[in-house]
């Protein structure tokens, strides 16, 4: 007989919580809580604690832990369904793309962390049942934990997410990550602290975030949690009718000497639950909240078994994974607890279901007292260093700087990092280090913050354009190269070693716009740069020599007159009328001195040429350019000048200005240092991306398709995405260029009609048919650069036959392996299954039906899902793979059966308790 358990751990907790009330134990601890607990009621107004009223742990407000958001309480028709206090109220964050709490720990611990959320209609807007989709990100620290998944969910039911951890730091984050989809928000946060021997496989990279935790028998108590279990976990009680047999004992049950690991109570072990005789075998299976995907976790089982019946008893049975043998011939000791895992080993069981089964030679069906069921949590995402870490919380304290994105980790992940931080992820073992600082025109007052001056890294730090005032600190910093402190209130004296440095050429100081350049005279209280090595020439040069140079500058200026006479007349061609758009207008002569008269070529194309450049400030630019020639036949300029002056987002190229000449129109780009994603990929094997690279790269793209799509209104189509037009920054952030023929078109309409326009091989076979754009166009150019990001090969391949990349794909996997399509410079160093999830994603994204295609949103969801498993599959597991002894033929086919939901006999019963259903189906073969 197998008996099937379905648990829905995080659904119907109110139940939970309200027969918790009736049935909690009597007695109660109230006054201080157990040292190192944290108990946080996420919006509560009242600022003074109180203690709960059924485990007696004192709750505290948030307002200590968390900066931003917004105190909200459920609205009136939820109040009187609420069985505690903490799901009266909540946090929400409309604002930021994340939001952090902060909480104190120590350094290497071990924690529970429980987060609970309760929607209860807070804004009146019954979000989770208008059927829109309403989900939004979780994270630990630096890295992603869950989604917490509220389509179609009662507002007045509890999701509660948990996790096993080791702090990095003396503080543990726990971060609300908005996807675009509803505002986030939290109910409470509550932080136990474990014992350092239990759970030996959770450690710096690997967290277990819970699937299911249950306690076998009959009990009372529907959920046993503190003061019964010391550190807080809930055990959800299951108990069952014939043919399951509920044992008991008052005996103390206790963990084998030496075995620590799991600290079950002695009152959790002193129950369990068996079959009747005539039965031969018990399936344990957790059924998850609808809303995640257990079929794309990794699971941990932990099995607690104590023989509490008869004096001698004979009980022996194997444990089985879907059909894979993990323990074999096991009996349990009688009143001690056998606690079995393998050693931390993850298992892809997407029906989460484990058999027990009797052995030949036991006369008595299997037991179980407990279970814990557990996720894998991938850990990889490095924590920004921790100096600097502290030095620019202190810097953040001493401004008061209250940016809302300003919480959390500052440089991780890549995506979430801190606005006007640029930081060093160069070295993949190594925490990321924080080296460039820009703060300018953010309001800052005081004197300058020294925590700067402990950044050993840090390489460029401007202040400029703010309110500071005072001396100088000794930035006595061997990395620091810029020092922009220009437009303030500073003065003297400058500091020797900053002048020292200076006057070496190793540090450009800006100190223009500041008192102290009333008093001294010097370049660097000059708007111009100058060249000191240059100008110390100059000045001992004797006069031949000096006549001899402006002799051969007036020879080189003639020469150069010729070859560019015609040019020096556009000066004179200026338009009158300016496009009316935001932006900066730059006029020929403008762009003759930050190109340096046009000398540095950085690119060349159809539309023009592109120029490297440096504006008045420094920041270095890229000027595409059309002369005259191209002028005529140029469409695409004003359609991108319009474009960009109206969308901002951190994966679309930023447009500084525009020149608007008669014989001669350009843009002026951010300069992106890593060129394009077609060179980087396709470039030869001095340098290539890897994975997990290329993941982030392809969701920076996806991100920025989605901001066009989704947030501007009306919605943009790009219609040339193509790995050229992917630009990449220094950090290899990816970024969206060349607008040249995007268009936009009102959500009335499903689509406009306009002659065929892109790259031949991105170019969207339906739209390229019927000349009717959607954004559907812009998800299959992007399904072709994800191809080509996985494969790094051209578009079209020639072995011996032509293909078009998504047919060598289809090819390749029809004739063999999905490896065979990998860019072999990776050289395997990717994980199997992720690979496989992106390629299924981009064949979906070049379906030759755009109906058939995910939209930009669906697209950046899934590859944030697979980021952090791709990040962290370096991590070896610690336990071999246990060998498989196959069960009977026929034990297979019923077992299979079993956890598909297909019984041969009706001995169905349903529990009444969280709307899950168990279910008693006869197993033959005893």
């Not at 993990?326 to 895992?341: A, E, G």
Request: charged share 20%; glycine share 6%; proline share 4%.
């Amino acid at each position: 007989m197998v008996i099937n358990f379905m648990c829905w751990p995080g659904t119907k907790l109110a139940w939970i919580l309200a027969l918790l009330l009736n049935l909690v134990i009597t007695i109660k601890v109230y006054g201080q809580p157990p040292s190192g607990f944290i108990s946080i009621d996420c919006g509560l107004r009242n600022s003074s604690s109180y203690n709960d009223s059924a485990t007696g742990l004192r709750f505290d407000a948030d307002a200590g832990f968390v900066q931003g958001g917004m105190r909200k309480q459920i609205s009136q028709q939820f109040m009187a369904a609420a069985f505690n206090e903490q799901q009266k109220t909540l946090r929400s964050f409309p604002r930021g793309s994340r939001n952090c709490y902060t909480l104190p720990s120590t350094i290497d611990k071990k924690y529970l962390l429980r987060a609970t959320f309760t929607y209860g209609n807070y804004d009146g807007l019954n979000k989770t049942l208008d059927g829109s989709l309403f989900l939004f990100g979780l994270h630990i620290s630096v890295n992603s934990w869950a989604t917490v998944n509220l389509t179609n969910w009662d507002p007045s039911e509890v999701v509660w997410n948990e996790v096993l951890t080791v702090a990095p730091s003396n503080s543990v984050s726990v971060c609300l990550v908005n996807f675009g989809s509803g505002v986030p928000f939290i109910s409470s946060l509550e932080l136990r602290p474990l014992e350092d021997t239990m759970y030996p496989f959770v450690n710096t990279s690997v967290s277990i975030s819970l699937l299911g935790r249950t306690r076998y028998g009959n009990v009372t108590d529907f959920i046993t949690r503190y003061p019964t279990d010391n550190y807080d976990r809930f055990w959800r009680s299951f108990s069952t009718l014939f043919p399951g047999m509920n044992l008991n004992t008052t005996n103390k049950v206790e963990s084998l000497p030496g075995n620590n690991f799991f600290n079950i109570p002695s009152v959790i072990m002193q129950n369990a639950l068996s079959v009747d005789m005539n039965y031969s075998g018990i399936i344990v299976s957790s059924t998850a909240h609808a809303n995640l995907d257990t079929k794309s976790l990794q699971l941990l089982p932990i099995f607690h078994f104590a023989e509490i019946n008869g004096s001698n008893p004979n009980r022996r049975f194997d444990i089985y994974s879907t059909g894979e043998l993990l323990f074999s011939d096991f009996s349990p000791s009688r009143f001690q607890v056998d606690s079995m895992h393998q050693n931390g080993r993850f298992l892809r069981n997407p029906n989460a279901s484990f058999l027990l089964k009797k052995t030949g030679s036991s006369t008595l069906p299997p037991l179980i007292n407990a279970e814990e069921l557990y996720w894998l949590v991938r850990m990889d995402n490095l924590t920004t260093d921790s100096e600097d870490v502290k030095y620019m919380i202190e810097a953040k304290n001493h401004y008061n700087l209250t940016r809302i994105n300003w919480n959390g980790d500052p440089c991780s992940p890549r995506e979430y990092s801190w606005e006007g931080l640029t930081c060093d992820y160069s070295k993949s073992n190594q925490n990321p280090r924080i080296v460039s600082v820009n703060l300018s025109a953010s309001g800052l007052k005081g004197g300058l913050a020294v925590s700067f001056m402990n950044m050993v890294s840090l390489e460029n730090l401007d202040l400029s354009h703010n309110n500071l005032t005072g001396a100088i600190p000794d930035y006595q910093l061997k990395s620091l190269k810029i020092l922009n402190l220009s437009h303030n209130q500073l003065v003297g004296p400058i500091p020797d070693s900053i002048l020292q440095r200076f006057q070496a050429g190793l540090l450009d100081l800006r100190l223009e716009g500041n008192p102290i350049c009333s008093k001294v005279k010097d370049t660097y209280c000059s708007n111009k740069k100058k060249n000191i090595i240059q100008t110390m020439l100059i000045t001992v040069t004797v006069p031949v020599v000096l006549v001899s140079l402006l002799v051969l500058m007036c020879i080189f200026w003639k020469l150069c007159w010729k070859g560019k006479s015609d040019h020096e007349d556009y000066a004179m061609y200026e338009e009158e009328t300016s496009l009316h758009v935001d932006l900066r207008r730059f006029t020929y002569v403008e762009l003759k001195l930050i190109t340096n008269d046009f000398q540095s070529i950085i690119g060349k194309g159809g539309f023009g040429i592109v120029y490297h450049g440096k504006l008045e400030n420094g920041d270095e630019v890229a000027i595409k350019v059309l002369m005259e020639t191209s002028i005529a036949e140029s469409t695409d300029f004003l359609p991108e000048v319009q474009t960009l002056s109206k969308v901002h987002h951190k994966n679309l190229v930023t447009l500084k200005g525009y020149c608007q000449n008669k014989k001669c129109l350009a843009l002026i780009y951010d300069f992106m240092s890593r060129g394009n994603l077609q060179q980087l990929i396709r470039g030869g094997d001095d340098y290539s991306l890897n994975w997990e690279q290329r993941l982030h790269i392809a969701l920076d793209a996806a991100q920025g398709l989605e901001y066009l799509h989704e947030s501007c209104t009306p919605s943009i189509v790009h219609r040339d995405v193509k790995t050229p037009n992917i630009l990449l920054d220094k950090n290899l952030v990816g970024i969206i260029s060349d607008f040249g023929l995007s268009r936009a078109f009102n959500d009335a309409h499903t689509h406009i009609s306009t002659v065929a326009a892109g790259t031949l091989g991105y170019l969207d076979p339906e739209y390229h048919a019927t000349f009717q754009l959607t954004v559907k166009t812009d998800v299959y150019s992007f399904g072709i650069v994800l191809l080509e990001i996985i494969t790094g090969q051209p578009l079209v391949l020639m072995e011996p036959q032509t293909f078009h990349l998504p047919n060598w794909v289809r090819h390749k996997i029809a004739m063999g392996n999905i490896h065979d399509i990998v860019d072999k410079r990776l050289l395997d160093q990717y994980d199997a299954s992720s690979l496989q999830s992106v390629v299924d994603l981009a064949m979906n994204c070049v379906e030759h039906a755009a109906i058939n295609r995910p939209t930009m949103t669906k697209v950046v969801s899934r590859l944030k899902e697979l980021l952090p498993v791709v990040s962290t599959e370096k991590l070896s597991v610690s336990a071999s793979t246990s060998s498989v002894n196959p069960m009977d033929a026929e034990i297979r086919r019923q077992f299979q059966l079993t956890i598909s939901g297909v019984s041969n006999e009706e001995y169905s019963f349903r529990s009444g308790y969280t709307g899950g259903m168990s279910e008693l189906i006869p197993l033959s073969g005893r």
